[in-house]
């Protein structure tokens, strides 16, 4: 095998990161896909829009939105599940945003939600404008927390390891033991944060703890093709290349274009004497290549 191929070999193999959900990040998203992400009618996104808690409504075709703009959707599509007027949705956040602190920004709108004022949202269904008081506190022989606290409990636990994340993705290139311990905050926070499970794993996979990257992947609940990609990089290294096999065929079909998946089938199917299998998915590889590059 030449110097370059081995190269190749190797840069392809090595277990890829999840990327960062950083605060300023902005992504495309037209009206239908709020709708179907956070269950919000136009008029409340006008709404929100309007009164300056995201940065412009959704128009014609895609609109690009930010993580802080994302977050307060979140919340208020957790305050329209609890069956919470969208009138009194946009003055709870008002009232949420009033209380932060100068120089903070909505990135911590959840957790102030749920911890700094949470009488902006239990009892909503209560509140009264413009006074913002409550006409009488919640029912003491209440059986439960309201469905607006739960709602929001549930939100500040996504954004929190969101947050903590994004300071592990930060921290790789310095300080990895930190990075780690950031991945695991994030998952303790919320046990199906993907991409804190990803990088976790791929971590004490480089660090050569096999073992405790298999099970950090195994314990997704779900899954998706970098996560199967890694999976099955693992578990060549572990020397169970039936199973890797079994995990890059799960990463090409949640992503047919991951054609790094298509390579390493190639050169395991190939090392297993399976000749046909082996040029089926070096072809699929080198057309990849040919239309889009390596």
Same mark, same amino acid.
């Given at each position: 095998?030449?110097?370059?191929?081995?190269?190749?070999?190797?840069?392809?193999?090595?277990?890829?990161?999840?990327?960062?959900?950083? =605060?300023?990040?902005?992504?495309?998203?037209?009206?239908?896909?709020?709708?179907?992400?956070?269950?919000?009618?136009?008029?409340?996104?006008?709404?929100?829009?309007? +009164?300056?808690?995201?940065?412009?409504?959704?128009?014609?075709?895609?609109?690009?939105?930010?993580?802080? !703009?994302?977050? =307060?959707?979140?919340?208020?599509?957790?305050?329209?599940?609890?069956?919470?007027?969208?009138?009194?949705?946009?003055?709870?956040? *008002? &009232?949420?945003?009033?209380?932060?602190?100068?120089?903070?920004?909505?990135?911590?709108?959840?957790?102030?939600?749920?911890?700094?004022?949470? %009488?902006?949202?239990?009892?909503?269904?209560?509140?009264?404008?413009?006074? *913002?008081? @409550?006409?009488?506190?919640?029912?003491?022989? %209440?059986?439960?927390?309201?469905?607006? %606290?739960?709602?929001?409990?549930?939100?500040?636990?996504? =954004?929190? +390891?969101?947050?903590?994340?994004?300071?592990?993705?930060?921290?790789?290139?310095? !300080? =990895?033991?930190?990075?780690?311990?950031?991945?695991?905050?994030?998952?303790?926070?919320?046990?199906? @944060?993907?991409?804190?499970?990803?990088?976790? *794993?791929?971590?004490?996979?480089?660090? *050569?703890?096999?073992?405790?990257?298999? /099970?950090?992947?195994?314990?997704? &609940?779900?899954?998706?093709?970098?996560?199967?990609?890694?999976?099955?990089?693992?578990?060549?290294?572990?020397? /169970?290349?039936?199973? #890797?096999?079994?995990?890059? $065929?799960? +990463?090409?079909?949640?992503?047919?274009?991951?054609?790094? #998946?298509?390579?390493?089938?190639? $050169?395991? @199917?190939?090392?297993?004497?399976?000749?046909?299998?082996?040029?089926?998915?070096?072809?699929?590889?080198?057309?990849?290549? #040919?239309?889009?590059?390596?």
């Amino acid at each position: 095998m030449s110097k370059s191929a081995k190269t190749r070999i190797e840069r392809q193999r090595r277990p890829r990161g999840a990327r960062s959900h950083l =605060v300023d990040e902005v992504q495309e998203y037209s009206q239908a896909d709020l709708t179907r992400l956070f269950q919000l009618p136009p008029s409340l996104i006008r709404s929100l829009a309007a +009164a300056g808690y995201i940065s412009k409504t959704a128009g014609e075709g895609k609109t690009a939105y930010g993580f802080q !703009d994302l977050l =307060v959707m979140r919340v208020a599509s957790a305050l329209k599940s609890a069956k919470i007027p969208s009138a009194k949705i946009t003055a709870a956040l *008002g &009232k949420i945003r009033g209380t932060l602190r100068p120089g903070e920004v909505l990135t911590t709108l959840a957790l102030a939600a749920s911890r700094a004022a949470p %009488s902006a949202f239990e009892g909503a269904s209560e509140w009264h404008e413009p006074s *913002g008081q @409550h006409p009488r506190p919640l029912p003491a022989a %209440s059986k439960g927390p309201a469905a607006s %606290s739960l709602a929001i409990t549930k939100t500040s636990a996504m =954004v929190i +390891a969101e947050q903590h994340y994004s300071r592990g993705h930060s921290l790789e290139d310095s !300080d =990895v033991t930190a990075a780690r311990a950031a991945y695991l905050d994030a998952l303790n926070a919320h046990g199906d @944060h993907l991409e804190a499970r990803i990088n976790l *794993g791929r971590l004490l996979h480089l660090n *050569g703890e096999l073992k405790a990257a298999e /099970r950090v992947y195994r314990q997704a &609940k779900s899954s998706s093709a970098l996560l199967s990609f890694n999976l099955a990089i693992l578990l060549e290294d572990l020397n /169970r290349e039936e199973e #890797a096999i079994v995990a890059y $065929r799960e +990463a090409l079909a949640q992503d047919p274009s991951l054609h790094d #998946a298509h390579f390493n089938l190639s $050169r395991l @199917h190939e090392r297993a004497k399976q000749s046909q299998d082996a040029l089926r998915h070096l072809l699929a590889y080198r057309r990849h290549v #040919a239309k889009f590059g390596g």
